[in-house]
Every structure is written in structure tokens, then in C-alpha cells.
């Protein structure tokens, strides 16, 4: 004789699965919250306790610091909002590993800038790696279905971003390790103007990470909002990317 669901059961399992939905959100956003402000209370006070000994570059690598808080925040947000999603033990790593590549860039800005654009490397890297484990985690769920399809390769744009950042922030500390930076110097007369030019780089990088932050926004609200389609708004995004290529 088969035995039947009990219906009391099947509610209790139903009403789990949806508290535990609604406490993703809450418990990555508490998280983040918190990582993040003892990540920047911590360059607040490399700032105030050593700017006295800063030079251009340093406060160049203050403002990226600052970028990267902006950048770490509001990736990690757009997937906490956006998806339907469980709470994971894995996936909560991440913010720890975030904040702690975050304070090695604090601490590492002053007295050794080739550390510092490893410590870039990482991070970049990490937002890649955030993108693949989000898109697995979220694809399991049927609610997310259609939106996932149609940002697929939106965001698989933001991983090769993430990537492409992580090689050249990886590339500009073997040059600057191997001596290209002091040859560099020395070609052009002007002591630190390789170190200056790579911070300038790594500002324009995460310029260009944050605009993409900003067309993602974009092209969710208006997505949710009934006024675009994804697929077709992603379209006219390449094709302008190519006229101006």
C-alpha cells in the first residue's frame, strides 16, 4: 500500500523553503554591511594616521581603494536583490575573503604598491569567481529562469571584465617587480612616473567597472518596469560598443 504525502508536512516544508528565501537576502545584505564599514573605517584610518607621509600615488591608490568599496558593495547587492536564492555556506565566504583582500589593499598602499596591484589582482578576480558561483546557485531556482536566460551574456561580459582586470593588474606587478617600472623611470627622467601611470590605469579600470555597474541597473529597472527588453537592450549596448570601437 503506497503511502500518501502527509499535506501538514508538505505545508511545514513549504513554509521552511520560503523563510529561508527571504532570509538570503537579509542575512548577505548584514554581512556585507558589516565587512564592508570595518573595511572602510579601516582606510579611514590609514588616512588619517599616515597621510602625513603620502605622496600623489598614494592618495591616487585611496581613491581606487574607495572605488573598490563602491564596486565590492554594489555587485554584491545586485545579486542579492535581483535573485530568488537560499542561504549557502560556500557563497558566505565570500564577503569574508572580499573584506580581507580589502584591508591587505588598506595596508599595503603606503609602503608597497607592487603588493597592492596583486592584492588587485585578487580582488578583480573574486568578482569573476562571484559571478560563476551566483549563476549557479540562482539557476537551481525556477523563478529565476527567464531572467537569468536573458542576462547570460550580460553577464558573462562582467566576468570577462573581471578577468581581463585581474591580467592586468597582474601583468603591471611582474613589470614592476622584474625592474620595467625603474627602466621605465629612467627612459623618461621622472622617478615614480610608471608607479603613477599604472594607479592612473587601475583608476580608469574601475571607472569602467562602475559604468558597467550602472548600464546593469539600467537595464534591470527597466526591465522590471516594462519599459525594455533585455535582449534587445543588450543588443543595442554592443552594437554601440562596436560603432565606437
Known sequence: MSMQPDPHHEDDRLALLQRLKQSAGTS???LLSIVQGVALAD?????????????LIQWILVLANFMCLIASWNQIVMDTVTWVNLPNMTRSFIPFILGALELFLNHTLLHNPQAWLIGAAALVFLSSLGIEFT???????EENAHLL???HSIRKEGQRLG???????????FASTL???????????????ALLGAGVLAIAYETSFLTRHL???????DY??????????????????????
Do not use: C, M
Open 149 to 151: 536566460s536573458h542576462l
Open 28 to 30: 548577505s545584505l548584514t
Open 215 to 221: 548600464a546593469y541597473w539600467r537595464i534591470l529597472t
Open 135 to 141: 549563476n549557479r546557485a540562482v539557476a537551481g531556482h
Open 43 to 55: 582606510l579611514a584610518g590609514v588616512v588619517a594616521n599616515q597621510y602625513q607621509h603620502f605622496h
Open 163 to 173: 578577468l581581463t582586470g585581474s591580467l592586468l593588474f597582474l601583468l603591471l606587478a
Open 224 to 245: 522590471a518596469l516594462g519599459k525594455s527588453n533585455l535582449q534587445h537592450t543588450h543588443e543595442l549596448i554592443s552594437t554601440r560598443r562596436s560603432h565606437a570601437d
Open 179 to 193: 625592474g620595467g617600472f625603474a627602466r621605465l623611470d629612467e627612459v623618461v627622467h621622472l622617478p615614480g612616473a
